[in-house]
């Protein structure tokens, strides 16, 4: 099965991806991590990415979709993939198409304001970088790290300001992008729940049809 999963920075599309990677034992293909492989790598088109980004400008489109091409050939992707964090412009999913046949888009709708409250309820330990939740995963001792006694913080990221800007643009960036798979028939909205097992229950609905 090839799957892309959307949804917001902080919706969890990390854990589902995992998820979906585990119930159908299929590589996960983020192009962070493409980008980053092939410049380690020194590969031919790593060195052209490795020029675009020490002169600080963006991947071009055709760029990202040649190292994508080169990924899904490669045997672990015989059953399918996931993208995580792909297509990220209506351009990437048109280019997408001319090279391979997409079956399912998961789009992981989560409202705006339920983001910055779980965002803005993290903790980070400025030493070793265990994250916690004041909430849903918080330290043994308030505003301690457990692992090493640290005392928490807030990441910059995470700071309600910050979160609502990278909502804006991945608003921006996405809309279009779930638009166009909606009018191919190929989106399926899963409305997360307030657990992350409730949301892979109904990711698993998602995927049966
Ligand atoms: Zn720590």
Redesign the pocket.
């Given at each position: 099965m090839r799957l892309i999963l959307l949804g917001a920075p902080g919706a969890g599309k990390g854990t589902q991806a995992d998820f979906i990677k585990d119930k159908l034992e299929i590589p996960v293909v983020s192009t962070g991590n493409l980008l980053r492989s092939a410049m380690a790598h020194g590969t031919e088109l790593g060195k052209k990415v490795t020029a675009y980004m020490e002169s600080g400008s963006l991947v071009p489109d055709e760029l990202v979709i040649d190292l994508v091409k080169e990924r899904i050939t490669q045997d672990d992707c015989a059953k399918g993939l996931i993208f995580d964090g792909f297509p990220r412009t209506v351009a990437q999913a048109e280019a997408l198409d001319q090279v391979m046949k997409v079956d399912a888009v998961i789009f992981l709708h989560v409202e705006d304001d339920v983001i910055v409250k779980r965002m803005s309820g993290r903790r980070t330990?400025p030493?070793?970088q265990?994250t916690y939740h004041i909430v849903s995963h918080p330290p043994k001792q308030e505003g301690i790290?457990d692992?090493?006694?640290?005392v928490l913080g807030i990441r910059s990221d995470d700071n309600p300001e910050v979160v609502r800007q990278r909502l804006a643009v991945y608003h921006k960036q996405t809309e279009p992008i779930v638009k166009y798979y909606e009018a191919q028939g190929l989106l399926k909205v899963v409305e997360c729940e307030p657990t992350i097992e409730g949301t892979s229950a109904l990711v698993e609905k998602a995927l049966e049809v």
């Open positions: 330990c030493e070793c265990t790290c692992k090493c006694g640290s």
